[in-house]
């Protein structure tokens, strides 16, 4: 797995331009929205995003800073999920989905001591994933992931839930961002 290849993929997924009027996130290219593009620099049209710039928002922004290269040299599967959710749902979020899971799959703490919700990968989330991988191996960490998608898909649908206008979306991120 090559963080590389997870930026082509959202980009695949996400698609060129948009501006759909029941997205809060107003414009986007490349799945990168125009606020975001603005605190990275980016002054022009949203249309004219070069593509290159969403790469590097993207591996900053959904990689390098929240540190999920450090979750990859443990789990692959689980930091391509993180990624993932980072750029849907935001970095603290999908942190804390994993900090969550690690918490409720360790027994009581018989494994590891439950981890704060600080939503930062850090020494002690790291720690966990490290006892939690090798206590419960390749199998292990398809359960964890299951449990962040889970975690994930309500997310979701408690969106939709909350507001109408995101119906219009709910179809789309079942079916592209779960599983």
Known sequence: ??????????????GGYSNH?????????????QAVARANG?????????R???VAIYRRLYWDQP???FVAELAPTIAAELFDTAVN??????TGFLQRALNALNRNQQDYPDLKLDRVIGARTLGA????RALRGAAGERVLFKAIDAMQGERYI???ERRPANEAFLYGWLANRIG
Request: hydrophobic share 45%; proline share 7%.
């Open 129 to 132: 994933l490290r006892a939690f």
């Open 21 to 33: 009027p029941a997205d809060r996130g107003g414009p986007t290219h490349w799945g990168i929205t």
């Open 158 to 160: 408690a969106l939709a």
């Open 52 to 54: 290159a710039q969403a």
């Open 67 to 69: 540190g999920y290269g």
């Open 89 to 94: 749902m935001g970095v603290s979020t999908a």
């Open 1 to 14: 797995m090559d963080v590389a290849d997870l930026i082509d993929e959202v980009i695949a997924r996400e």
């Open 42 to 50: 980016y002054v022009g049209p949203m249309q004219a995003l070069p």
